[in-house]
């Protein structure tokens, strides 16, 4: 595989976190602190790829995805026994306020189910107390180190401008590791452009289940979550904050592209594009990392579900449900019957 190859999808992890993590909330650059550390960068000096051949590989993956059709709603699965229904729908974590993606099908299966079950819990008290102590302080140097020691003057010049053209500098982020930089300059930029994480499916979901009554499950802890992305190596995460820089300006218009497949419920599509080992979407450790390893965690739990007689609906972001590694291609490898595409 080519360096190319392994580059991330649009170089940026807060594309792949509208499809595979639930932590949407960028952070509060003036809660962090700004100390400076006389760190010598360890950055890789291997080329990066250029802005214009990262275009031309999502271009690439773009038009193979685009080849395939789906039924023209966002995708939705049904496993079932004598006794328990469990309807698996594919999520993008942050959306645009307008952008009308419902079915009848799924407000059927939704209003149905008795407990709604989602990557983890955002909402709780005890939620946004694991998001500071687990998350975000993991996302965060301990060690003396900064985000600027650890870059080489190639990188930080790329990272610092797209920081800058948010009216956000560099020092504010500098006590953050590559990964959180990364979501937060990702997610920013989208937000910006009119993406909101308040319409998100999980938010809007959520919402309704309250008002429902309907009791709620989580498939993984904040820690967990948290896990996936700074287990990452440095240098990977580097490659990802320099590339989510480069890309800066491109990632609503990628965004929207992924998006149009995900409402369209074109699984191959959505597969082609990022859910595959060598597709645009990931890294290898980062597809390993973000995908596979919580799709094999999440398998049993799901198998568990059917041993309760009710309805569950479960809510996870679309890049868990397509591809080879999927959990619907587990399950199904497992012997399961899966009403679905």
């Known amino acids: 595989m080519t360096k190319l190859q392994m580059s991330a999808s649009a170089g940026i992890l807060a594309l792949a976190m509208a499809l595979t993590a639930c932590g949407n909330s960028t952070s509060d650059p003036e809660a962090t602190t700004d100390t400076e550390v006389s760190t010598e960068a360890t ?20 038009a193979g995805a685009q080849a395939t059709n789906g039924p023209g709603s966002p995708a ?16 993008v974590h942050l959306l645009r306020p307008d952008l009308e993606w419902r079915s009848e099908a799924f407000d059927t299966a939704f209003a149905n189910a008795d407990t709604v079950v989602f990557e983890v819990d955002m909402k709780s008290e005890e939620a946004q107390r694991a998001i500071a102590t687990d998350f975000l302080a993991r996302g965060m140097y301990q060690d003396g180190r900064t985000l600027k020691g650890v870059l080489n003057d190639e990188d930080e010049a790329v990272i610092s401008a797209a920081f800058d053209s948010l009216g956000v500098p560099i020092d504010a982020m500098n006590t953050f590791e590559p990964w959180m930089a990364s979501v937060n300059l990702g997610v920013m930029q989208l937000v910006n452009d009119g993406y909101d994480p308040n319409s998100g ?11 429902a009554g309907k009791s709620f499950g989580y498939l993984e802890s904040i820690s967990q979550q948290a896990d996936a992305f700074d287990l990452l190596p440095e240098d990977e995460q580097i490659s990802i904050l320099y590339e989510t820089a ?9 965004l929207d592209l992924l998006v149009d497949e995900w409402a369209d419920g074109d699984v191959n599509g959505i597969a082609t594009l990022v859910a595959n080992p060598d597709g645009y979407g990931f890294t290898d450790a980062a597809y390993q990392s973000l995908l596979v390893v919580r799709n ?36 199904r490898d497992k012997g399961y019957t899966i009403e679905g595409p």
């Not at 051949?53 to 271009?59: N, S, V, Y």
């Not at 499916?201 to 008002?211: F, K």
């Not at 809510?315 to 590694?325: C, I, N, R």
């Open 43 to 62: 950055t890789s000096a291997d080329e990066r790829p250029t802005k214009e051949a990262l275009l031309a590989r999502f271009d690439d993956a773009l």
């Open 76 to 91: 939705m699965w049904t496993l079932a026994d004598e006794d328990t229904t469990i309807h698996i729908f594919g999520t």
């Open 246 to 254: 480069l890309l800066l300006e491109e990632s609503p218009r990628m």
């Open 296 to 331: 094999e965690a999440w398998v049993p739990q799901i198998e568990a579900m059917l041993e309760e007689p009710g309805s569950v609906f479960i809510a996870v972001g679309a890049g868990h449900l397509a591809g080879p590694d999927s959990v619907i291609t587990m399950l």
């Open 201 to 211: 499916v999980e938010t809007v979901l959520e919402s309704e289940a309250v008002a």
